[in-house]
Structure formats: C-alpha cells, structure tokens
C-alpha cells in the first residue's frame, strides 16, 4: 500500500528522469561523448602563469609524480618534450706564431703529434677537461695546404681524461650515431668552412669557435679557453672541403691550471 505523500515523490522522480532524458541529445550535440570527462580531466592541469610556479601531476594508474615548473608551460604534456638549448660559451683567446718550421720539427718527433687528414675528411680531437686544469690550451700547424678548425664543448659527465682521435668521411657523417638516438625534425646543412660552420654542432653542443679555413701553412695557430664546466672539448679539424689534397697536421693539446 503506497501512501499519497509516496506517490507524489515517485511522480516527482519519474518528471525528473523524463527531463534528464530529453536534454541528453541537446548535450550530446554540444559535447560528443565522453569529451565533458576529458575537459573536466584537462582543468586539472592548469598551465603555471609565473616563472617559478610548479605543477604536480600523479598518475591514477601507477601513483607516480611528475613536477613540471613554468619553464616547461610551451611543452607538449603527452610527451613532445621541447628541446632546450645549450648555455652560450665565452670566447676563446687565440693567436698565432711564426716558428711554423720549428714547431713542425719538434713535433714530428713526437708520438702522437702528428697525423694525416685525407681528402674529404674531418677528424675530431675529444679533450676531457681535467680536474687538475682550469683552461685547454691547442697549438697546430699544416704542411703546405690551410685547414678548417673549429671548437665545440660536449656537456657531458668525464668518465676518462684520455684524449682520443675520431675520423669521419665529411661533416655529414660525424653525428650518424646520435642522430639515431634522436631523430632531427628536419634536414640540417652541411657546414661551410669558408662562412662559419652551421651544422647540427650547434644544436647538441656549445660552440666556443665556429670551423673556419685558417692559414696553418704559414703560422702556427695557437689558442686557449677557459673551462665553463665539466664536459669533452671537440676539436675539429675539416678537410671535407678539400677534393685532392691530404693535409698532414701537427698538433699539441694541454691544459693548464
């Protein structure tokens, strides 16, 4: 037996689940299916609005937190992390000598001082920093022909301060290995030793001196830099402009403190 009052109540609830149920198309035409949950899911990651505020985002499946700050308010949230550049690098000082015929002479009597760039080639010299300097300091010379030099500083942990000789085929091929582990967004020019270097370098690494052409045939170039911190200088030697000449190099790379 349902009482009067019941009745009233059970009508009540039976207008409202008839409205409910004729509004439902209208708000389906407004927000397809399941896209109020996503936008009420997006509120709660609101991007910071001052430099230093942070956001903490958990996963619900995995309780992880992740701590973004305002630094990262233009990166992609899903997972298109913005790439940021290296920090700029004060300049070397360089100049030159004239005892081209007594430097090539002291040092070709060295081991490990002299070597053979070929046609076409670039040869990298990988120089630690070492915990006992404060400065790298370089020193070469060529035999008859000019070479392009240029200096970089990969900023990576030192697990070795030995000082090692990489060759490639051109400046198209020095980076093959890493361009592995990330893919490039679009093509990167070759660099041209005659303008400045404007390879894919300067994205990955400081640049403290651009690979230009430099006279090494007839003075002895010499120049030193400060270390900015922990890291691998690269010294490039670029022959790849060079169709027919090998160039035979000496060279002497120190630091000091």
């Excluded at 004729?22 to 996503?38: D, F, I, N, R």
């Excluded at 400046?171 to 990167?188: A, F, Q, T």
């Excluded at 690979?211 to 400060?226: I, L, W």
């Amino acid at each position: 037996m349902v009482s009067p009052a019941s009745k009233d109540t059970e009508e009540d609830l039976q207008k409202a689940a008839g409205a409910s149920e004729g509004q439902a198309p209208g708000e389906q035409e407004l927000l397809p299916a399941g896209q109020a949950q996503v936008h009420s899911e997006m509120a709660k990651y609101q991007a910071p609005q001052r430099p230093g505020d942070m956001v903490m985002i958990q996963s619900e499946h995995t309780g992880a937190v992740d701590v973004l700050s305002a630094d990262l308010e233009s990166a992609d949230l899903l997972g298109d992390h913005r790439k940021v550049s290296p920090p700029l690098m004060a300049p070397p000082c360089i100049w030159t000598f004239a005892k081209v015929k007594e430097f090539k002479s002291k040092l070709g009597k060295e081991k490990n001082s002299r070597l053979v760039v070929k046609r076409g080639e670039v040869v990298t010299i990988r120089v630690p920093t070492h915990p006992e300097g404060k400065r790298v300091c370089w020193e070469f010379a060529t035999d008859d022909y000019d070479i392009g030099f240029g200096v970089y500083f990969d900023w990576t942990p030192v697990t070795s301060t030995d000082i090692t000789v990489q060759v490639s085929d051109s400046s198209e091929d020095e980076d093959d290995e890493e361009e592995e582990e990330e893919e490039l967004e679009e093509p990167v020019p070759v660099g041209d030793v005659e303008r400045g270097s404007r390879s894919s370098l300067r994205g990955r690494y400081g640049e403290v001196m651009p690979v230009y052409r430099r006279d090494s045939h007839r003075d002895v170039q010499a120049g030193s830099h400060d270390y900015p911190g922990e890291g691998i200088y690269l010294l490039k030697f670029d022959n790849s402009y060079s169709l027919l000449r090998n160039k035979t190099l000496y060279f002497h790379i120190y630091y000091t403190s």
